[in-house]
């Protein structure tokens, strides 16, 4: 065991007693088998705390780093930025110390290894601190981007001093504190480098909207508690973590870290609005659109997040996270709601809009607003009481009337808008699939009378296939009815050839769509929605097949399908839409 100062628990700071780190027994083979086959550890590397230890004593279990694969999420992309960013230098210094690094691992010298990896780090912070002199007469404000870097490269370091499992036997306690400042670091420092980077490549124009979705994957993937790879969860805990944390010994990041990364990422996005835009806040409703939109998108995913322990850091007690989540997260909602109407629907499809100032915007409000009550009925569980299907059926109702009139569908069209709204009330209460296969055929009613009466009239032939547009809306109508089919064939239908067969023919609709699409010379489909489309649809692929949802063959078809978008990438065409 191994003194050390340490934060203690209430109960051991009112009998001034210090925390040790002890070292948890190692379970019998039986346990570790029964373990192993158990859901709660798959890995089979728990440990049995000790038993007659001190109150307050932290139990420190020897394991390997239980978490690269989220840290490489953000390190690895970070790393080829700023290896591009500091040229050959730097590339050939992380080569070279990455080849000696591995020839002293391949030689068992452990301390030789760990000081390569450091060496090779320090080596690759000066490298990019010499790339980086231009910066600072450009701006002294790029001393904050180059801090960012030089604390990548840090955390690098640490990630791979993790890796050394020779080191939790001889100093413990930094182990932990290696463990920490990783994660501590990681939803700070590489959010910066992925929007700078973006920014270079597109511009600086939505630079906020880049810097608000870096920083939500950052604050899912590491600000949100997560158990260490090295403490042990007390007994009659569950592995599963709460709303609410009490012993907190056994969660990576401990109360500050949490709230000042949480605090930070509800601020951040707002403040990048107002440095890159300062002169033309309010000048227009897109503008307004954009503060509203900011200032409440990342307060709202930390509200909605509180069931998995986002804030267990304001300590309150597990009945009143609920209260919390109800009310901040309807007024939030609801905020979000009117500033997605002004900034996506009015600025991105205003010329489909056929309703006439002032009752385009009470069309598209009764269709957005209703939409949004759905969604805050759903999560609050008002839903589930007696009687609320008239509501939801009203709410239906008058959301997809609004969306049908302010797309200027004729009245003969309307029936067919409310009965699939109707339908679709009926398969939430009763998962009936006869009631969700209605919702789907009169949503297609209305889905491709909009296609035709927007797309088709047009005269356009594609070049990839000899297809014209009419060709291409009726590709773009059966993978809209398929869409729609799937959700509901996999929550209740028990045929996984038939949910497979239509998931690969979707795929297969897919890929004609976004060949004809991307490969226009206007590039009216830029590369990122290929990238985006492959990696979902090959995650949906691995998840249905898991699930049972699929057979072994539409999988293996589905992967082959979404793999081979990703040759659309080799064909020039430009980033994003022409002006």
């Known amino acids: 065991e191994v003194e050390g100062d340490q934060s203690m628990s209430s109960e051991a700071q009112q009998q001034g007693a210090r925390r040790r780190v002890v070292a ?42 239980q978490h690269n694969a989220r840290i490489a999420c953000f390190m690895l992309p970070c790393m080829g930025i700023l290896m591009a960013y500091g040229g050959k230098t730097t590339t050939s210094t992380v080569v070279a110390g990455a080849m000696v690094t591995y020839m002293l691992d391949f030689y068992g010298w452990k301390e030789g290894t760990l000081i390569a990896v450091w060496v090779t780090v320090i080596c690759s912070m000066a490298t990019l601190f010499l790339a980086s002199m231009h910066l600072f007469s450009v701006s002294i404000y790029n001393i904050a981007l180059v801090y960012n870097m030089l604390a990548f490269c840090a955390s690098a370091g640490l990630w791979g001093t993790l890796q050394f499992t020779s080191l939790q036997r001889q100093y413990p306690r930094m182990v932990l504190i290696c463990e920490r400042l990783l994660f501590s670091l990681m939803p700070a420092t590489p959010p910066v480098l992925l929007t700078w980077a973006t920014v270079a490549m597109v511009g600086a124009g939505a630079a906020h909207y880049y810097l608000l979705a ?25 592995k599963k973590l709460g709303p609410a944390l009490d012993e907190l010994d056994e969660v990576v990041m401990g109360r500050f870290e949490t709230s000042a ?11 990048i609005k107002t440095a890159v835009h300062h002169n033309h806040m309010y000048s227009t409703p897109d503008d307004l659109a954009d503060i509203v939109l900011l200032h409440s998108a990342p307060p709202l995913l930390v ?25 901040l997260g309807g007024l939030l909602v609801l905020a979000a709601a009117g500033a997605l109407e002004v900034r996506v629907v009015f600025h991105a499809f205003r010329q489909y809009i056929k309703v006439p100032y002032p009752w385009d915007y009470v069309a598209v409000s009764a269709g957005v607003y209703g939409l949004a009550l759905m969604v805050l009925a759903h999560f609050s569980g008002v839903l589930e009481r007696r009687g609320m299907w008239v509501l939801l059926n009203a709410l239906g109702v008058a959301s997809a009337l609004g969306v049908q009139i302010a797309l200027g ?58 297809m014209s547009i009419k060709h291409v809306c009726l590709v773009l109508m059966l993978v809209s009815l398929s869409s729609l089919l799937l959700p509901g064939l996999v929550a209740a239908s028990k045929r996984p050839g038939l949910t497979g067969g239509l998931l690969a023919l979707h795929a297969g609709g897919l890929c004609v769509l976004e060949l004809q699409l991307h490969c226009q010379f206007k590039g009216i489909y830029p590369p990122y929605l290929v990238v985006f489309t ?18 072994a063959g539409s999988a293996w078809l589905m992967g082959c399908l979404y793999a081979s978008k990703l040759g659309l990438l080799l064909h020039p065409a430009p980033l994003a839409l022409p002006s």
């Open 534 to 551: 492959t990696c979902l649809g090959l995650y949906l692929t691995q998840h249905l097949h898991a699930q049972g949802k699929s057979t």
């Open 24 to 65: 948890a027994p190692a379970a019998s083979n039986k346990d570790k088998e029964d373990r192993e086959s158990s859901r709660d550890d798959p890995d089979g590397t728990a440990y049995e705390p000790p038993e007659d230890v001190p109150e307050g004593t932290i139990a420190f279990r020897y394991n390997k780093f």
């Open 261 to 271: 990364h949480s605090m930070c990422y509800t601020v951040l996005p707002a403040l």
């Open 303 to 327: 509200v909605a997040l509180a069931y998995r322990g986002s804030l267990w850091w304001l300590g309150l007690e597990p009945q009143h996270y609920k209260l919390v989540r109800g009310i």
């Open 214 to 238: 870096y920083l939500s994957i950052g604050f899912v993937l590491y600000v949100m508690p997560v158990r260490s790879s090295f403490r042990v969860v007390a007994k009659g805990r569950s």
């Open 409 to 466: 569908m004729p009245f003969y069209m309307l029936p067919f808008g409310c009965a699939g709204a109707h339908f679709c009330v009926q398969f939430y209460y009763k998962r009936k699939l006869w009631d969700y296969v209605a919702f789907c055929l009169t949503a297609a009613m209305a889905m491709c009378w909009f296609i035709a009466k927007s797309f088709m009239f047009l005269d356009f032939e594609f070049d990839p296939l000899p």
